[in-house]
């Protein structure tokens, strides 16, 4: 009887592998996400050609897209709250003092090719790759902490250490950052060869792409398509135990124009864009009378708001001068018809900003009302109130005797939210004798502009982060991305703080400070006065965050919205056809 019970217990458990499988899908029911049925295929555009496979091979928004499904990291997201979670690593332990961080890994995971997943494919991949200053795509800004990079070791097959020079917050962050198969890359030395690194996994060699992720590769027509087909290694199951991913392919037609993308997907020939306030009507409107899709609207995160900046070290003296004046920028914030601009430019799909952290992150503080209303009048008040008169009766304020108050504002021309801003935002000033003068370029070229200080204004547009640390090198003054007043910074990369006004010093002590503290409450608070200083401050105008916007066909089962480039954010597992 002995001997039936335990040949019973052990064909169960050869007939159960999920018992090691990660369990996923129950904790995001809020999503809408239930349990799927296996099997079809889901396709969705890509905009260009990707560049290459090779993740750290090449900074391509493309390639990241189609790798996010293929390889994975240490945490990821949870798709529900944006909060980081066990991924390739099964948990984690903190010193006392937040410099030290052991990590226990998943021994049920395999790549691809069937090879065990271990410790040496983390030690490998953060030392010889992700760490490696020869690599296009290298980390390294985003893991050095106190000046050192952080050092990664092997404690045993499974465990890996972390030491940082000084605690850090944000210290997880970054680690969403993807592990390579070291058994695959061993045979190229990145850190003796990283050329020779960057050229492996090109668009000619998609077949030798091995990841541990819910697909693999499947094919690649240059210039057409890439298939992903499931992997059945895969280690995550859904809450009813079936194995995922739920699709057997997943297939990215390489379409370049958005507009072709929207034609494309109401042929039939995608299960789904993503799409702008400006495509939103027309769809809308086939939803309504009876188009097999559905418009799906969700609050954003990621998403990219526009602002309006001033160059406070413009080349001309005089307007540099009205430039940093807090009068003037509250002027121009009053003269910003948001409610027009989200009515008319949006089509609705679009709320109020914050001021460097998205309304829905858990590290918002709401700052709305430091936005104010539009009021030219009070506008011109401010302007008034500075000096500057129309003295010489053109209709156009001075700043100096015989010098209008005009400047350039350099904008995208291929964005369909710049150029219609532009317009309303010149007629307005217009009106209260401000004169400014688009200046036109392609939207790629906006920050290599305003990084090379060759502009007078601009509007410009920088992602959400979950955690405002990782967007230090925009918003502290001295950083890289300061672009609006690079004279904080010197040409060794070091602040140049007497370059800075008090509450721009104040905000560069508060990034310093959140860089290092790892008490939430305590981030969150420094965050917060942040958010403060900027909504007071100005040293930008923000404009409008925009609603993420999607159509999704009726055949398509737990769709969650997705951008695509943001590594772990992966919704692609749950998908399924109906």
Do not use: C
Request: glycine letters at 8%; hydrophobic letters at 40%.
């Amino acid at each position: 009887m002995r001997k039936l019970t335990l040949l019973t217990l052990g064909l169960m458990l050869l007939g159960t592998p999920a018992l090691a499988a990660k369990t996923v899908g129950a904790n995001l029911k809020s999503l809408g996400i239930v349990p799927g049925k296996p099997g079809g295929t889901y396709t969705l555009p890509l905009g260009d050609s990707p560049s290459t496979f090779n993740y750290y091979g090449a900074i391509d928004n493309n390639t990241y897209t189609v790798l996010n499904n293929v390889l994975e990291s240490l945490v990821e997201y949870n798709l529900a709250t944006y909060k980081l979670e066990p991924g390739l690593a099964e948990s984690w332990t903190t010193s006392k003092d937040g410099k030290v961080w052991t990590f226990k890994l998943r021994k049920d995971v395999k790549w691809h090719d069937g090879q065990p997943f271990n410790a040496d494919d983390v030690v490998f991949t953060y030392n010889n790759i992700i760490l490696n200053p020869g690599v296009r795509a290298n980390q390294i800004p985003n893991l050095t902490f106190g000046g050192q990079p952080v050092k990664v070791e092997k404690v045993d097959q499974y465990t890996v250490r972390m030491t940082l020079n000084q605690a850090a917050g944000a210290f997880l962050q970054p680690l969403r950052t993807f592990i390579f198969p070291q058994h695959v890359f061993a045979k190229v030395d990145p850190l003796k060869n990283p050329e020779n690194f960057m050229k492996m996994w090109s668009t000619d060699k998609a077949g030798e792409v091995v990841g541990t992720g819910p697909f693999k590769f499947g094919g690649y027509v240059t210039g057409q398509k890439v298939t992903l087909v499931k992997n059945p290694l895969y280690y995550k199951v859904d809450s009813k135990g079936t194995k995922l991913p739920y699709l057997d392919r997943l297939e990215y037609l390489i379409v370049r124009d958005p507009n072709a993308q929207v034609s494309q997907f109401v042929a039939g020939n995608l299960d789904q864009v993503n799409i702008n306030g400006a495509q939103f009507p027309d769809l809308k409107q086939k939803e309504v009378t009876g188009a097999p899709f559905k418009i799906q609207r969700s609050k954003a995160l990621f998403g990219s708001p526009p602002h309006w900046s001033f160059n406070f070290d413009a080349k001309d003296p005089a307007l540099a001068k009205v430039f940093r004046d807090l009068r003037f920028r509250q002027a121009m914030q009053l003269a910003v018809n948001r409610p027009r601009v989200i009515n008319d430019i949006y089509n609705t799909i679009a709320m109020l900003p914050g001021h460097g952290v998205s309304p829905i992150s858990e590290f918002y503080v709401n700052t709305t009302g430091a936005l104010g209303k539009y009021d030219l009048k009070a506008a011109a008040a401010k302007l008034d109130a500075m000096g500057l008169k129309d003295t010489d009766r053109d209709g156009i304020r001075n700043i100096a005797p015989g010098k209008n108050l005009e400047f350039d504002v350099t904008y995208g021309t291929d964005s369909t939210i710049y150029p219609p801003l532009i317009t309303i935002l010149q007629n307005d000033l217009k009106s209260i004798g401000v004169k400014i003068n688009p200046k036109g370029i392609l939207v790629a070229n906006l920050l290599s502009t305003g990084m090379s200080s060759n502009f007078e204004s601009m509007i410009l547009a920088f992602g959400d982060q979950p955690d405002p640390q990782l967007r230090r090198e925009i918003w502290q003054p001295g950083q890289a991305l300061h672009y609006w007043h690079l004279s904080t910074r010197d040409k060794d990369g070091k602040p140049v703080m007497a370059a800075m006004q008090p509450w721009e010093k104040r905000i560069y002590d508060i990034f310093d400070q959140g860089a290092t503290v790892t008490d939430p409450i305590k981030r969150k608070a420094l965050y917060g006065e942040w958010q403060a200083l900027f909504s007071k401050n100005l040293p930008v105008i923000m404009i409008a965050k925009a609603d993420n916007l999607a159509a999704v066909s009726n055949k398509v089962g737990n769709f969650v919205y997705n951008l695509g480039p943001i590594p772990t954010y992966n919704t692609h597992t749950f998908i399924y056809m109906k």
